[in-house]
RNA sequence: UGGGGUGUAGGUCAACUGGCAGACCGCCGGACUGUUACUCCGGAUGUUGCAGGUUCGAAUCCUGCCGCCCCAGCCA
């Protein structure tokens, strides 16, 4: 189940363009800079569909956009408008271009189209914007660089450093897509703007012209060579300087620190591994239905919600969960998840508890405990292969040692509450059957596997009221936490519901809960009641994890805890 | 909500037993043609968290308050 690879179904990868006549699918190598000349809309690129060369003419790229298609920008070194080149329609694969030049050394347009054999997204040669907006000027984006070789383009981003050594200055600039380096050679530039550099400071937006040179000393293999920078936008005395601060003035400042390359690093961790859960679901004919924020009713247990005023009819809570919504859209749907932002107002205080958070909860009808389980271990297996795959560059960049994460492969091992006990108990510690495990517990069960470890079975006094009786034994339920290794601690709680109408409503009355507050999820029981099962996984949590970072609040981009509301 | 810690320049931190408020980074000025946390020279920068107390004298000792950090409980 785990480590099968993308949840797509391999046939659906087939480029379904005409690009691939030959039948034979190679990796792009060639250089290319489609800025010369023949770049233009009206042309139509040899061996293209004539379907898509029409629909290049008179489409903007705005009706490009709204069909699906993909278009590919590229710039016009003659009028210096960009114009757009749709490339495909329905393919999931990416159709990079290879470009000839002339003797003369000008990049001419492409006189064939390959099928590139990686998938859209992790294509190197598939600079995001191809499939995405214009820029409002003709920019090359950092990231695109490596098709621009020797040709002169003009970058807009952020100062992130400067350097002077009198007769040659250093501008690191980033854009969002990447770092490069850009040289000002004092006798080479132009009029102007060695002085404009002069005033260039940390987090200023800049524009900066220059030629496009590959140079084994830069970072990223490319550097440019400056001709021009002009400030777009000053930017004086940015608070976040190079040198070291401590985290309660970097949190003040979140706003800003997100621009730094590790937080940039973690959101793109936590933006693959949002993407891969949505992915996993959909290719497993999960329906998201998407649960209520404002709630009357009560999730788990009352004391911990945020409230609020709601019109006439008094209070309502921000959602702790979605889970009791999720359980009826799974009998109109069978499999669904919801995936949102849950609230708690606990007062925890320590490194794995915000008072907001995102997860994900799927709820699946006619599976129990067991195959409960099997989705979790496979998600979790899926989430990792993903960030290990696609976001090796920004793991690299948080220096997270991936041995770890490379050994995370089903089955996953699993104990029970029961057995759990005695093995801390053997080890020495104090703890007695029918307590919750606490933080150290947990700990020092998951240092014994290299693995996300389940305990199952809790007993049924610490654990909430929906989950169902373990028949086996019935001081316990039949529900599931999963520990992540590397001392992580629960990424997962879930659990097989209590499908039985007058069990359910004897566990909310001896939790003390009102019977009336849960008459609609009681009628889920008595409208065909159903074995069904799911479980809640913590965005944050999971992403801490595979990032490494021992704090969540920087997981999120605008972490909310009991002392922290702004920005 | 408990337990522990901490608060000094824009930032990170020193300041011995109560005795002149300091360093580095950043910032400003200057030098330097391949730097990449560049380097070198010079300069500016303070309500020592707030309020009170002890003392000839308080960043330092005492009392109260406030902020933040870590740990625990609760949980994802």
Known sequence: MCGSGSPVPRSAGRPRTSTTRSGKSSSWTGRCAPTGPGCSPSRSATGRSARATRRT???????????????????????????????????????????????????????????????????????????????????????????????????????????????????????????????????????????????????AAVAVTGTVRADDRAPGGFELTASDVRMTAPSVDYPITPKEHGTSFLFEHRHLWLRSRKQVAIARVRHEVEQAIHDFFYARGFIRTDTPILTGSIGEQAGELFATEYFDLGQAYLAQTGQLYVEATAAAHGKVYCFGPTFRAEKSKTRRHLTEFWMCEPEMAFVDSDGNMAVQEALICYLVERALERRHEELKELERDL?????????????????????????????????????????????????????????????????????????????????????????????????????????????????????????????????????????????????????????????????????
């Open 403 to 567: 041995a770890p994460l490379e050994r995370i492969s089903g089955p996953f091992p699993r104990i029970t509450y029961t057995d759990a006990i005695a093995r801390l108990q053997a080890e020495g510690s104090d703890i007695e059957w029918g307590r919750d495990l606490g933080a150290d517990d947990e700990t020092a069960l998951a240092k014994h596997y290299d693995k996300p470890l389940f305990v199952m079975n809790y007993p049924k006094e610490v654990k909430a009221f929906y989950m169902k009786e373990n028949p086996d034994d019935p001081r316990t339920v039949l529900n599931n936490d999963c520990l992540a290794p590397e001392g992580y601690g629960e990424i997962i709680g879930g659990s097989q519901r209590e499908d039985d109408h007058d069990l359910l409503l004897g566990r909310i009355k001896e939790q003390g809960l009102d019977p009336a507050s849960y008459a609609w999820y009681l009628d889920l029981r008595k409208y065909g009641g159903f074995v069904h099962s799911g479980f809640g996984l913590g965005l944050e949590r999971t992403v801490a994890w595979i990032c490494g970072i021992p704090h969540i609040r920087e997981a999120i981009a605008f972490p909310r805890q009991i002392h922290r509301l702004y920005p």
């Open 57 to 203: 003419i008179g489409a903007p790229w705005s009706a490009a956009w709204r069909s699906g298609s993909w278009v590919r920008a590229s710039r016009s070194t003659m009028s210096g408008t960009p114009c757009w080149r749709v490339i495909g329609r329905t393919s999931s694969r990416c159709i990079p271009t290879t470009c000839t030049r002339t003797r003369s050394g000008i990049a001419k347009r492409p006189r064939r189209w390959r099928a590139c054999s990686n998938s859209r997204d992790s294509c190197r040669f598939t600079p995001l914007h191809r499939i995405g907006y214009p820029p409002a000027v003709p920019t090359t984006l950092i990231a695109d660089l490596r098709h621009h070789e020797g040709a002169t383009v003009t970058l807009q981003g952020w100062v992130v450093t400067t350097r002077s050594s009198g007769k040659i200055a250093f501008l690191v600039l980033r854009d969002g897509t990447g770092h490069v380096q850009c040289v000002f050679p004092k006798k080479e530039v132009a009029e102007g703007a060695w002085e404009r550099f002069g005033e260039l400071t940390q987090e």
